[in-house]
Nanobody, 115 residues
Framework: VQLQASGGGLVQPGGSLRISCAIS????????MGWYRQAPGKQRELVVA???????SYVDSVKGRFTISRDNAKNTVYLQMNSLKIEDTAVYYC??????????WGQGTQVTVSS
């Protein structure tokens, strides 16, 4: 399984960005998927996770601003980020978990929020 993240970049505070994660396998093969981020000098943190059969669970700091979605035909997961803040600056990683519990990670995409 390979995950290819893309779409990161530089955006001003208050702006929007959508990042993508293309999955080499079928999107239906996984029990969970989500996005993590890691800011400089900080630990990687969960941004949003979706478990099979359930709804998304967002970290409090992004609730109401970020939205996870998926395109089943393209085996792609998206993260729409609105009202971006400087503290959202981080490398964003997509993650999936298969039925055996194995985790797979994308290579990360840099999101920088700066004026």
């Amino acid at each position: 399984v390979q995950l290819q993240a893309s779409g990161g970049g530089l955006v001003q505070p208050g702006g929007s960005l959508r990042i993508s994660c293309a999955i080499s396998g079928s999107i239906f093969d996984f029990n969970a998927m989500g996005w993590y981020r890691q800011a400089p000098g900080k630990q990687r943190e969960l941004v949003v996770a979706v478990i099979r059969g359930g709804g998304p669970s967002y970290v409090d700091s992004v609730k109401g601003r970020f939205t996870i979605s998926r395109d089943n035909a393209k085996n792609t997961v998206y993260l729409q980020m609105n009202s971006l803040k400087i503290e959202d600056t981080a490398v964003y990683y997509c993650n999936v978990i298969d039925p055996r519990g194995y985790q797979y990670w994308g290579q990360g995409t840099q999101v920088t929020v700066s004026s």
